[in-house]
């Protein structure tokens, strides 16, 4: 019983993540493989019948003379269209199996057969200018006549036909690599991503070493700060950027500076100081957890600081820094917030499909479903690059002893002060200017220079439901990342079930990339329905921050597992104690470091979290994060609520944060 | 372990709270969900109004991009949360005509302009006027017509930005008036040398931010801008402007439909249209109400209605982009 404890857990593990993780994939690759047959405008004008070129899809126009026209489609449906007199216009088909005209307006009817659903439109005269009368003389009208159909409309006007019928097809796939927009899109997402990545990891990496190795006064800090840092609240590190050097911002104003931060350069820029931390944080881990033995046996046998550190600190350290720049590749690669404040048009990958997905016009859902596909797969290649370069080495140790720090000279410890001081201040200048706004009186969009409390009076007035709303699903999504996440880390590197093992790696990483509006759309379609109704309520908020955040839980808790030799649990299984008991007492006291960090950053991702609440929320369910973007989006609002609520928003984070580094020793073991 | 404990206690007192909460709000029956694409500063005056001749009924907002708006009614059509939707073009209610329920407001009776199917009610009326950055243009650099657009001065100047007909209501409206005002080989010139935004906000924050040194702007939000003293100044081209109706609309199979209707009245009786004039700014829907002050009167402009429906203007506009 005791020995299939652990087959349980993950079989019930790979049973929740297929529910929840792998359906709403499915169904949005469906999604990606359905297509209609095509849509075509008409132009009427009294005596002529005309098809516009530009707005012809999936229809060819075999023939077309003054006033009849013949369509074919890919799937051999043919429609043969003859103007007879102004307002009448003869349908032939060779389509059988008709089955219903359906009429859903005055201007508009579904015309139906079994394989092909026909929403035909007329387009009215303008509302604006026609009188309203005039729109309902002319119904739109067809009866069917012995082996055609008569369609009566207005004697001006356009018509247009949209075949709603989903045919299985592949072509979804070729319209998003033809058109220029995706091409352009995929490219930029992944300059942006290898780009703001590298330069990222340029500074992180040895901050993060400097840290794991010295000890000085303000060390303590530091770390906190830079967990600090990655809490920036939805859009409003990108909006404080460009509050700062954008066209009008005040640094560029005061120096009279002909720049803008708008453009790829502004997006690389904010994303770099974005998701530093996490390069930072897990890197640091590495090198604290590192067995300090092996560099003092390098120093011994004659090698130079330098090599020791190059040839052993750094590649002991890989599954760190590995893991950090994945993390921070894919939240690079996903985040929209950053690239729709800080362009005007440039095309990002994440971007595009959530605002195909949302276009008011008639979303091109199948499209974008392709387009998200198309994301899965670039971000399965980084995870498989990055699981071939660890599984390909060992990096363990058998002591658990951490190394000791040492105490820098002068000169090193200068170096370090300056080094983090300017990393700082850079990572809390949005901060900084958001606090400074909010006190500010906000009208029409634009701060005043007015000095005063109202966005803080205005905000408890108001929205004070949203905070307990954050606070309480954040904590159960962090509560579940953590026995989730470690036990999760520990079957995958543990356990050899390499079927099992194989499938819940691979589901457990998927939310990772996909956007969260995807994500939250995936979820609301298969649960808004029979047999299981979460929408609108508070557990799919929890759950939607609990499964995006999982990888984050599992990554760090495998970053230390992998340090970890299994000769210690070994001994310890082999002295009689049962497994559950040795994971509780011997392996989670060793992975804790990197399960706290792993739930700290859960934490703080879900206080902060929009994508995907945006679609799941439902009032009374309103979180803190909403109320920023409600704050922030509309062209003429009062911004300065927003910033309250986002001083607000890092003062609740900053809170437990601070309590739990107090609590935690970044000493020893 | 301490640490563990605490994580408890926080947990356990929030789930405290939250039940308390939400038993008190689920306390609040007669309530209407709003979702809308206005701000709080459109909506905000409303409700207050609203409340005052209806103090049973509680409104309760949600602030969506218009996509998203119509996006996400589209996706809840199996259990709809909203009751109303609130902002948007007629055009998109048309699009979305299937998520809405029929209903015969006697309010619709007074206003110049009404859905046959009932389905979309409109709120306001208002101009695209042309809006320049007094910073990086000079008065004697003003366009007077949408034609002087097309001179080479405009690119140095910082750009000519238009939002993106496939992404935004507005942008559909001014492409579509503009070419069936001024011809598609004038429009497809234009459309060569502008800045295209993926929606209609950016456009309008681009121009006031000096991203680019003109384009369009709805005529409330450019006066307001113009009266917070704002570095913008609105344009009325002597050639095309063009106009939009916003919208509300019944979501059918809402979950309070009675009270709902009581609100879409109200939006179009004579005291919500007033709040749409005299806070909002915008020209009311009704036959029997003065427009507000300070903008020009519909009838001194050339105004020019959209022309061919939404799927054309959108495929016209990506070919010519897509051949730039």
């Keep these: 019983m005791h020995k299939n404890i652990w087959k349980f857990w993950s079989l019930f593990c790979v049973t929740g993540a297929v529910i929840f993780i792998l359906i709403p994939q499915i169904w949005i690759a469906f999604s990606s493989l359905l297509r209609t047959s095509g849509n075509f405008t008409l132009e009427l004008n009294n005596d002529k019948i005309n098809i516009i070129d530009a707005d012809l899809e999936g229809f060819r126009v075999i023939n077309d003379n003054q006033n009849k026209i013949y369509l074919l489609n890919d799937y051999d449906q043919e429609l043969v269209l003859t103007l007879i007199e102004p307002g009448l216009t003869k349908i032939e088909t060779n389509i059988k199996n008709f089955i219903n005209i359906n009429r859903i307006g005055v201007n508009k009817l579904n015309f139906n057969f079994k394989n092909l659903k026909l929403r035909i439109e007329q387009l009215p005269p303008s509302f604006i200018f026609g009188d309203s009368d005039q729109a309902a003389e002319k119904k739109l009208k067809i009866i069917p006549v012995d082996d055609y159909y008569q369609m009566y409309h207005l004697n001006?006007?356009?018509?247009?036909?949209?075949?709603?019928?989903?045919?299985?097809?592949?072509?979804?796939?070729?319209?998003?690599?033809?058109?220029?927009?995706?091409?352009?899109a995929i490219t930029n997402s992944l300059i942006v991503t290898v780009v703001s990545s590298i330069i990222a990891t340029i500074f992180a990496v040895p901050l993060a070493w400097f840290i794991a190795r010295y000890n000085f006064k303000f060390r303590k800090g530091i770390i906190i700060l830079v967990t600090m840092a990655s809490v920036s609240p939805p859009f409003l590190g990108a909006y404080a950027w460009r509050l700062m050097l954008g066209s009008s911002g005040f640094i560029t104003n005061f120096f009279g500076f002909d720049f803008s931060i708008m453009g790829m350069h502004g997006v690389i820029w904010v994303i770099i100081w974005l998701i530093y931390p996490l390069i930072f944080l897990t890197s640091l881990d590495s090198f604290m957890g590192m067995d300090p033995t092996l560099t003092e046996s390098a120093h011994s046998l004659g090698a130079s600081r330098v090599k020791a550190f190059l040839n052993i600190e750094i590649p002991l350290a890989m599954p760190g820094i590995i893991t950090g720049l994945y993390l921070a590749g894919i939240t690079a690669f996903s985040d929209f917030g950053t690239p729709m404040i800080i362009t005007l048009n440039l095309e990002m990958l994440p971007k595009l499909i959530y605002q195909e997905f949302m276009n008011e016009i008639g979303g091109e859902t199948h499209i974008a479903s392709a387009g998200s596909m198309v994301m899965i797969f670039i971000s399965g290649i980084f995870l498989a690059g990055q699981r071939l370069f660890l599984a390909s080495k060992s990096f363990s140790s058998i002591t658990t002893s951490k190394r000791k720090l040492d105490k820098p000279n002068t000169k090193i410890k200068l170096f370090i002060y300056i080094f983090s001081f300017l990393i700082l201040s850079i990572s809390f200048l949005p901060h900084i200017v958001v606090i400074i706004t909010s006190f500010f009186e906000w009208s029409s969009g634009?701060?005043?220079?007015?000095?005063?409390?109202?966005?803080?009076?205005?905000?408890?007035?108001?929205?004070?439901?949203?905070?307990?709303?954050s606070l309480s699903t954040a904590t159960g999504a962090t509560i579940l990342s953590f026995v989730?996440?470690?036990?999760?880390?520990y079957i995958l590197i543990r356990k050899n079930y390499k079927i099992i093992n194989f499938i819940l790696n691979t589901l457990v990483m998927i939310p990772l990339i996909i956007p969260g509006t995807v994500f939250a759309i995936g979820l609301i379609l298969v649960f808004n329905d029979e047999p299981i109704v979460l929408t609108g309520t508070w557990l799919i908020l929890t759950l939607s921050y609990f499964l995006r955040r999982l990888p984050f839980a599992v990554k760090t808790s495998e970053a230390t597992l992998y340090q970890m030799h299994p000769a210690l649990e070994e001994a310890a299984l082999s002295l009689g104690s049962k497994p559950l008991r040795v994971f509780v007492f011997i392996t989670i006291p060793i992975m804790i470091s990197g399960a706290i960090t792993g739930m700290t950053l859960v934490f703080l991702r879900s206080i902060t979290e929009l994508s995907s609440t945006i679609l799941l929320f439902r009032p009374p369910w309103k979180t803190m994060s909403i109320v920023i973007f409600e704050r922030t989006i509309a062209p003429g609002t009062n911004f300065g609520i927003a910033a309250s609520m986002a001083v607000l928003m890092m003062l609740i984070t900053y809170l437990p944060l601070y309590l739990l580094s107090r609590g935690r020793n970044f000493e020893v073991a | 372990m301490r640490k563990i404990f605490n994580y408890f206690i926080l947990l356990l007192s929030n789930i405290l709270i939250?039940?308390?909460?939400?038993?008190?709000?689920?306390a609040n029956a007669g309530n209407v969900v709003v979702y809308t694409a206005?701000?709080?500063?459109?909506?905000?005056p409303i409700a207050k109004g609203f409340k005052s001749s209806n103090p049973g009924i509680d409104l309760s907002f949600i602030v969506l991009d218009t996509g998203e708006m119509f996006q996400r009614v589209k996706a809840e059509a199996g259990n709809p949360a909203a009751d109303v939707t609130f902002g948007g073009s007629i055009a998109s209610y048309e699009n979305y005509s299937d998520l809405y329920a029929s209903?015969?407001?006697p309010e619709d009776a007074n206003k110049f302009s009404k859905d046959p199917d009932n389905k979309w009610h409109g709120f306001s009326i208002f101009a695209q006027p042309l809006m320049v950055n007094t910073n990086k243009v000079n008065e004697s650099d003003y366009p007077a017509t949408v034609n002087d657009l097309l001179d080479s001065k405009w690119q140095e100047l910082g750009g000519i930005a238009l939002a993106d007909p496939n992404k935004s209501g507005t942008g559909h409206?001014?492409?579509?008036?503009?070419?069936?005002?001024?011809?598609?080989?004038?429009?497809?010139?234009?459309?060569?040398?502008?800045?295209?935004?993926?929606?209609?906000?950016?456009?309008?924050?681009?121009?006031?931010?000096?991203e680019a040194a003109i384009g369009w702007v709805n005529e409330d939000l450019g006066a307001k801008w113009e009266a917070e003293g704002l570095p913008v100044k609105m344009i009325y081209a002597l050639d095309a402007v063009t106009v939009q109706i916003d919208a509300y609309g019944l979501v059918s199979g809402g979950p309070n439909p009675d009270d709902a209707k009581k609100?879409?009245?109200?939006?179009?009786?004579?005291?919500?249209?007033?709040?749409?004039?005299?806070?909002?700014?915008?020209?009311?829907?009704?036959?029997?109400?003065?427009?507000p002050s300070g903008l020009p009167l519909l009838g001194d402009l050339p105004l020019f209605p959209e022309g061919e429906p939404r799927s054309v203007i959108k495929a016209k506009f990506t070919k010519i982009i897509e051949s730039k």
């Excluded at chain 1, 001006?156 to 091409?183: A, C, G, P, Q, R």
């Excluded at chain 1, 005043?448 to 709303?469: A, F, G, M, Q, R």
């Excluded at chain 1, 989730?484 to 880390?489: L, P, S």
């Design chain 1, 446 to 469: 634009v701060v005043t220079n007015n000095l005063t409390l109202v966005n803080y009076k205005d905000l408890i007035n108001t929205e004070l439901v949203s905070i307990w709303v």
């Design chain 2, 263 to 291: 609100f879409i009245d109200y939006l179009g009786s004579k005291d919500g249209q007033k709040v749409a004039v005299d806070i909002v700014k915008r020209r009311s829907m009704r036959k029997d109400m003065e427009p």
């Design chain 2, 173 to 210: 409206t001014i492409v579509s008036g503009l070419a069936s005002g001024l011809g598609w080989d004038f429009t497809t010139d234009l459309i060569k040398v502008t800045i295209v935004t993926p929606g209609s906000t950016p456009m309008f924050e681009g121009v006031r931010d000096g």
């Design chain 2, 38 to 44: 206005s701000g709080p500063e459109i909506f905000e």
């Design chain 1, 156 to 184: 001006k006007t356009y018509i247009t036909v949209v075949d709603s019928y989903k045919h299985l097809s592949f072509k979804n796939f070729f319209t998003v690599f033809k058109k220029s927009k995706y091409l352009s």
């Design chain 2, 18 to 26: 939250l039940s308390f909460i939400s038993i008190w709000n689920i």
């Design chain 1, 484 to 489: 989730f996440g470690t036990t999760i880390a």
């Design chain 2, 103 to 105: 209903y015969d407001s």
